[in-house]
C-alpha cells in the first residue's frame, strides 16, 4: 500500500472508532438510566447494573457498527476535503480505484472484527449480563407466552427413527438453565396422547439426559373389552424423582428463550436444525442466520457509500451537512434492514435475499454515487 493509501485508512480508521466510541458512550448512559428502577430489588445494586451495562456494550458494538462506519469514514472524508488534503491526493495521482481500495481495506478489518464480536464475544457476554442481573434481582425467564415456553421434542431410536413425538412446556428457566413447573405431552408417531408429565423442577445432568423432581405422570393406557370395543384407561404414577433423555439440552433451550438476533451463529445453526428435524417453522430463525452472515459485509457497503463524500469539495456543504447526511443514510439503512427482514418473512422469500437487498441497494447508489462524483469537474 502507498503513503497516501495508509495516511487515508488510518485517518478513517481513527474517525470510526470516534464516533463508535461516541455511541458506545450514548447507549451505556441511557441503559445504565434505565437500570437505576431497578435498584434496591432483590441484591441488586449499582454495582450490579454497571456490570450489567458494560457486559451489553459488544452487543452495541455489533449493531452499530455499520453506522458509525459510514458516519466515521464520512467524518474523515469531509475533514480531508475541507482542508484540500482530498485534491491534493488526487493530484498526486489517487484515483478513485486507489481511494476505494483504501476504505475497503480498512473497511475489511472492521468487518472482520465485527464478525467476530458478533459471534464470539457479544453473545455469550450477553448471556452472562442477563444471568448476573437475574441472579441479582432473585428472578428467572419467563416464556413467550402466558403458559410459558412451548418447545418440540422427538424421542428417537438408534437409528434415528421416531419412536415418540412430545410438546414441552417450560413454565421459567433459571440462570442456571434449570426448569421449573415442566409439562411434557408425550405422543406416539399416530399423534395418540400418550403420557402427561409434569415436574417441579428439571436439572441437566448431561448426554442428553435431565433430572426431573416432584414428578406427577398421568399414562393414557389403550385397550379393548371382552366384545373387541376399544376402551381408553388412565393411571396417575407420583416419583420423587427420576431421570428424563431428550435431545433437548440447556444450550437449545436457553436459544428458544433468546431473541434471534442476540445468538450467535452456531446457535441459530443448532438450533435451526433442530427446528427442521421437528417439522417446525424456523424461517425467523433462517432470517437471523443469514444476517449473521451479511451483517459484517455492510460494513464494507457503509465505508464504500461513504467514499463519494470525499470528492465534495467544501462548497457543496460543510463537514456538518456532510455528517448529517451520513446519519440520515446510516438510519435509512437500519430500518431498510428490518423492514425487509419483515417483507422476506410476511412473503416467504428466501432468506439470504431478505437480508441482502439494503446492503445491494446501498451498494449500488455507491457505485452510482462514484460515478456522478467522477463525472464532476
Given at each position: 500500500m502507498?503513503?497516501?493509501g495508509?495516511?487515508?485508512?488510518?485517518e478513517?480508521?481513527i474517525?470510526?472508532?470516534f464516533?463508535?466510541?461516541?455511541f458506545?458512550g450514548l447507549?451505556?448512559?441511557?441503559?445504565?438510566v434505565n437500570e437505576?428502577d431497578?435498584l434496591?430489588?432483590?441484591?441488586?445494586r449499582?454495582q450490579?447494573?454497571?456490570a450489567f451495562?458494560?457486559?451489553t456494550?459488544p452487543?452495541?458494538?455489533?449493531?452499530?457498527?455499520?453506522?458509525?462506519?459510514?458516519?466515521g469514514a464520512i467524518?474523515a472524508?469531509?475533514q480531508?476535503a475541507?482542508?484540500?488534503?482530498?485534491?491534493?491526493?488526487r493530484?498526486a495521482?489517487m484515483?478513485r480505484?486507489?481511494?476505494l481500495?483504501?476504505?475497503l481495506?480498512?473497511?475489511a478489518?472492521?468487518a472482520v472484527?465485527?464478525?467476530?464480536?458478533g459471534e464470539?464475544?457479544?453473545?455469550p457476554?450477553?448471556?452472562l449480563?442477563?444471568?448476573?442481573?437475574?441472579?441479582?434481582l432473585?428472578?428467572?425467564?419467563?416464556?413467550?407466552?402466558?403458559s410459558?415456553?412451548?418447545?418440540?421434542?422427538?424421542l428417537?431410536?438408534?437409528?434415528?427413527t421416531?419412536?415418540?413425538?412430545?410438546f414441552?412446556?417450560?413454565?421459567?428457566?433459571?440462570?442456571?438453565?434449570?426448569l421449573d413447573?415442566?409439562?411434557i405431552?408425550e405422543?406416539d408417531?399416530?399423534?395418540?396422547?400418550?403420557s402427561?408429565?409434569?415436574?417441579?423442577?428439571a436439572?441437566?445432568?448431561?448426554d442428553g439426559?435431565?433430572?426431573?423432581?416432584?414428578?406427577?405422570?398421568?399414562?393414557?393406557?389403550?385397550?379393548?373389552t371382552?366384545?373387541?370395543?376399544?376402551?381408553?384407561s388412565?393411571?396417575?404414577?407420583?416419583?420423587a424423582e427420576r431421570?428424563?433423555?431428550?435431545?433437548?439440552?440447556?444450550e437449545i433451550?436457553?436459544?428458544?428463550m433468546?431473541?434471534?438476533d442476540r445468538?450467535?451463529?452456531i446457535?441459530?445453526?443448532?438450533?435451526t436444525?433442530?427446528?427442521?428435524e421437528?417439522r417446525?417453522?424456523?424461517?425467523?430463525?433462517e432470517?437471523a442466520?443469514?444476517?449473521?452472515i451479511?451483517?459484517?459485509?455492510?460494513?464494507i457497503?457503509?465505508?464504500?457509500?461513504?467514499?463519494?463524500?470525499?470528492y465534495?469539495?467544501v462548497r457543496?456543504g460543510?463537514?456538518?451537512y456532510?455528517v448529517?447526511?451520513?446519519?440520515?443514510l446510516?438510519?435509512?439503512f437500519?430500518?431498510?434492514n428490518?423492514?425487509?427482514?419483515h417483507?422476506?418473512?410476511?412473503n416467504?422469500w428466501p432468506?439470504?435475499l431478505?437480508v441482502?437487498?439494503?446492503s445491494?441497494?446501498a451498494?449500488?447508489?455507491?457505485?452510482?454515487?462514484l460515478g456522478?462524483?467522477?463525472r464532476?469537474?
Open positions: 502507498t503513503v497516501i495508509r495516511y487515508l485508512s488510518r478513517i480508521a474517525g470510526v472508532l464516533v463508535l466510541f461516541g458506545l447507549f451505556a448512559f441511557f441503559d445504565l437505576l431497578d434496591g430489588r432483590g441484591a441488586y449499582i450490579h447494573a454497571v451495562v458494560a457486559l456494550l452487543s452495541h458494538v455489533y449493531e452499530l457498527m455499520p453506522i458509525a462506519a459510514l458516519i467524518y472524508l469531509a480531508f475541507s482542508h484540500s488534503e482530498f485534491t491534493a491526493m493530484a495521482g484515483g480505484t486507489l481511494a481500495r483504501g476504505v481495506i480498512v473497511g478489518a472492521f472484527l465485527t464478525a467476530v464480536i464470539a464475544v457479544a453473545p457476554a450477553e448471556r449480563a442477563q444471568s448476573l442481573r437475574l441472579t441479582a432473585g428472578s428467572a425467564v419467563g416464556g413467550q407466552f402466558r410459558g415456553m412451548w418447545i418440540k421434542d422427538t428417537r431410536d438408534v437409528d434415528g421416531p419412536l415418540r413425538l412430545r414441552v412446556n417450560i413454565g421459567v428457566l433459571r440462570p442456571d438453565a434449570s413447573n415442566l409439562q405431552f405422543f408417531t399416530e399423534f395418540t396422547l400418550r402427561v408429565i409434569r415436574a417441579g423442577r436439572v441437566f445432568v448431561g439426559r435431565w433430572r426431573l423432581t416432584d414428578i406427577e405422570e398421568t399414562e393414557f393406557i389403550s385397550g379393548r371382552l366384545d373387541r370395543l376399544p376402551t381408553l388412565s393411571r396417575v404414577v407420583k416419583q431421570e428424563w433423555a431428550s435431545e433437548l439440552g440447556p433451550v436457553r436459544v428458544a433468546l431473541e434471534p445468538m450467535s451463529l446457535g441459530l445453526v443448532q438450533y436444525r433442530h427446528l427442521r421437528n417446525q417453522n424456523a424461517e425467523r430463525y432470517i442466520l443469514w444476517k449473521k451479511v451483517y459484517p459485509l455492510a460494513v457497503v457503509m465505508m464504500t457509500l461513504a467514499l463519494p463524500f470525499g465534495l469539495q457543496a460543510s463537514i456538518g456532510k448529517f447526511a451520513g446519519i440520515m446510516g438510519i435509512a437500519h430500518f431498510l428490518g423492514l425487509f427482514s417483507l422476506g418473512l410476511l416467504t432468506a439470504w431478505s441482502s437487498i439494503p445491494m441497494v451498494l449500488a447508489v455507491a457505485f452510482c454515487m456522478w462524483v467522477g464532476m469537474k
